[in-house]
């Protein structure tokens, strides 16, 4: 079917990488589904996103990454320390563990004192069709001695960026990928970087979090 | 026309302390009314609350009040270290700096470092109407000599439980005033104290930011 998608170019391509496809987050999957025929069908996916920041005196530096001009999606645009889909059979952590290790070259005595922090959860229409996601968030304060590097390709360069510039970009340019400014704006909301008082904060604090069906 | 209300039993009594309505929240009210008829008109209502914790070793402690027999709302229950409503013309931050100082004698120079870390909302029906509320949420890190104790008579008991103390009596019982449950959830999901493999994980992550309309 898939097959038949991609010749009628409702699907660029074939990704080769599958999704589960269940009712609920942990049930038994019906099916999988490659991840490229994803949105075409509106099916829910999962993704792990980790925010890997320092502390700098009163502040916080944030590593950003910028994704490959090769990417099919959100070529070039900012990206989080590590992130990925969550592939059918694996489970959240294992994600996490593996991407750290590709994307970021994260040794696993590192990846694990990353603190699962919550889950940001949107539905949005794309060219492609429908996403219908939810992105487990970790954070992880990394040591001095520490500087990612990438092994797989899909990151061309990283940067530890002042959090008051990386949420500067956020509001006022299109730098980050489209589900990283949800990402670090979650962040910031829970790391008291945004004030109460500021007349967008509700919305943005009950803004990143769509009640699951 | 609260006079006629609390005549006719529809409200039980005056509050003699009023919440302003307003289309949206920072926008100007359009009227005021007695906190004790907000739940028969079910307009929306604003509260502060401040989770209060101390590390010790990987856990946490948490700072847990028990209410007062004569409360109106939730007599005996437990509480978080400060909450309370923000009556008209008050701020959020001026409303738990005053708070704080009445119902656990927490001075202006600590309460300054509560983070902000977000808010709260949810829509439910209770005996006396509608409540539609929205918490903001702060977090205080309480130092080694500090102990909390009551000036207003709101409070009878405070004592620091084991987060997992917590968590087990929000699960197994209802100890805790009913949202004061939502925004211990939230602080539990914020601080890693949730594993992300647990299958109500996505429920409580996502279920305790209810999007504004």
New interface residues.
Partial sequence: MVDGLVADNCVPKWRNETFDVAPR??MPPVFRLDRGAVPFFGTRAYGVHLNGYMREGDGLRLWVGRRSPAKQIAPNKLDNLVAGGIGNGH???ETLVKEAEEEASIPPSLIKHA?????V?YRMETRLGIRDD?L?V??LETPADFAPENRDGEIVHFELMPASEVLERIRATSDFKFNVNLVILDFA????L????D?E???V????????D
Same sequence: chains 1, 2.
């Avoid at 603190?115 to 889950?119: K, L, Q, R």
Wanted: hydrophobic share 45%.
């Fill in positions: 987050w942990g489970g959240i952590a603190v699962p922090a919550g889950a959860s939810v487990f970790y954070d909301v829970r790391h008291g945004l004030r109460a008082d007349p904060y509700l919305d604090a009950t803004g990143l979090h769509r009640p699951l």
